[in-house]
């Protein structure tokens, strides 16, 4: 064997032996409860989601998943608290559309999700859905158009706050139909629905669970559902494509991530966790009870929805003014 041969050998066996610290960490990964950080409060649809997925994981990786609702700061509290825990797999981020849509809303910048984090899996989405008080004088998004039109700036519109995800819905779908709406912002989606039932304002911008009882009793009516597809529980209700806007979507979506330096090994046993508890009937039943849908896909695909997602917002806070609660 010649030097070359030898200087090549010694480093494929320094690089083999690198390795396997962490092809251990993977096979072993994991010995202990897994944490996963949720940025809201305990009962909405991001930690019914987080409990779902957490019940089907703890069954199939034979280690506890626990939920930890850190709310406040728009999320900020609890991605930062994903970001400076320790890179090992055991504590994982819950994230829904604020973690792509924060770098933009607060200045500077809270963190940095793509360099800061890490994808592990999409996990699903629900729909955002434009409806409106039930004697209003629109019952479709073309009367709603048509109204807006005649008086520019007249309709008002409520969300959960300035900078939620359906706000932007509302503001992306406003600029899409060329219209102006007034953004009324509440703290939380509970108060945003009592006035538009009650009448106070005519039309909101709301995740489909939250709505789904009021629209039940008749006190609410829906105009569209910004996704893709129709909503397995307002299956009567068109899509925004259905309603003039093909290629439209403004859906909230879930997707699992750890910290940037959680070694590649568990992050893709983890993926592949994922995936196969996505697979099962009380995950899919679940997600569909709260409204929505499973989403598989790569690693890969996260990444490029969470670029896509940074910049789609980025545009929007920057044209419409958007500022944080």
Known sequence: MNIRDFLAATASLACALALL????????????????????????????????????????????????????????????????????????????????????LYTPAPFDAEKDLVPVALVGRVPVVIAANASAPFSTVAQLIAAAKAKPGSISFASPGNGSTPHMAGEL?????????????????????????????????????EVKPYVA?????????????????FPDA???????????EASVWYALMAPAATPKAVVEKLHAEVQKALQTPEVRERMSSVGGEVITGSQADLAKLLHSERIRYANLVREAKITPD
């Not at 509970?190 to 039932?197: R, S």
């Not at 009793?217 to 529980?233: D, E, H, N, Y």
């Not at 068109?238 to 439209?248: K, L, Y």
């Open 217 to 233: 009793s008749g006190r609410l009516k829906v105009l569209a559902v910004l996704s893709a597809q129709r909503s397995p529980i």
């Open 21 to 104: 610290p962490l092809q251990a960490q993977a096979q072993q990964y994991p010995v202990k409860p897994i944490k996963v950080v949720v940025g809201y409060s305990a009962g909405g649809a991001v930690d019914i989601v987080a409990r779902t997925l957490g019940q089907s994981l703890s069954a199939s990786m034979g280690q506890q998943v626990l939920v930890e609702n850190k709310p406040g700061a728009g999320t900020n509290i609890a991605v930062k608290s994903v970001i400076d825990a320790p890179a090992d797999g055991y504590t994982l981020l819950m994230a829904a559309n604020a973690l792509a849509a924060n770098m933009a």
């Open 238 to 248: 068109p899509t925004i494509a259905q309603s003039g806007f093909p290629g439209f």
């Open 173 to 209: 779908f406003a600029r899409a139909a060329g219209i102006q709406l007034q953004h009324v912002p509440y703290r939380g989606g509970a108060q945003a629905i009592t006035d538009v039932v009650g009448g106070q304002l005519p039309l909101l911008a709301m995740n489909a669970l």
